[in-house]
């Protein structure tokens, strides 16, 4: 396990969720230990995760959402061996299990959207054993309770994340990190 990610979790849980390199540069500036790249292409990628990690931060690549790669095994052996980040988020429950293979850090992402999306993500998660789960939208504490008891995996609360009380109801409900693009909330 990548005790890297937690113990930078256990020093600050707040994680910067980054759409764009103006976001990576405040991001590389703000007390932050870890970001989540949630938007980028294959032009630009190795650039962005350099410059977080120049920084000294950690970097995990929402893999899914790079455009250019496809959402295949072959996509996530590119981004390991050529990009380099500490890790990867992803949906793809088979990038999950390649990525362990691979022995690289990986995030499952979960959209509790109702019961069903909620109950499917729990069985896929219990498959597949990512490092860590992130919810969204992080802002329901009784999901994120829920989840960390059916999985015991860490969990993220990520998504609609606004205010100090949100960081500190998801935390107080079992989260280790909160990720979000609300750029007041990584100063928290």
């Known amino acids: 396990?990548?005790?890297?990610?937690?113990?930078?979790?256990?020093?600050?849980?707040?994680?910067?969720?980054?759409?764009?390199?103006?976001?990576?540069?405040?991001?590389?500036?703000?007390?932050?230990?870890?970001?989540?790249?949630?938007?980028?292409?294959?032009?630009?990628?190795?650039?962005?995760?350099?410059?977080?990690?120049?920084?000294?931060?950690?970097?995990?690549?929402?893999?899914?959402?790079?455009?250019?790669?496809?959402?295949?095994?072959?996509?996530?052996?590119?981004?390991?061996?050529?990009?380099?980040?500490?890790?990867?988020?992803?949906?793809?429950?088979?990038?999950?299990?390649?990525?362990?293979q691979m022995d690289f850090f990986s995030i499952q992402r979960l959209f509790a959207l109702d019961s069903l999306s909620l109950e499917t993500g729990i069985k896929s998660v219990k498959s597949t054993k990512p490092d860590a789960i992130e919810i969204l939208p992080g802002i329901i504490p009784r999901v994120t309770k829920y989840v960390q008891k059916e999985t015991n995996i860490p969990i993220i609360a990520g998504g609609l994340i606004t205010h100090k009380e949100d960081v500190i109801h998801s935390l107080q409900s079992g989260a280790i990190g909160i990720s979000t693009s609300n750029e007041k909330i990584w100063y928290v």
């Open 1 to 100: 396990m990548n005790n890297k990610f937690f113990d930078n979790l256990n020093t600050n849980p707040i994680i910067g969720a980054i759409n764009n390199m103006e976001e990576a540069e405040r991001a590389i500036h703000s007390p932050c230990n870890i970001v989540f790249l949630l938007h980028g292409d294959i032009f630009n990628i190795k650039h962005i995760v350099d410059r977080v990690k120049d920084k000294r931060k950690l970097i995990y690549v929402h893999i899914d959402l790079i455009e250019g790669l496809s959402k295949s095994i072959m996509a996530l052996k590119f981004m390991h061996e050529h990009i380099s980040p500490d890790g990867i988020i992803t949906t793809k429950g088979n990038l999950v299990k390649a990525a362990k």
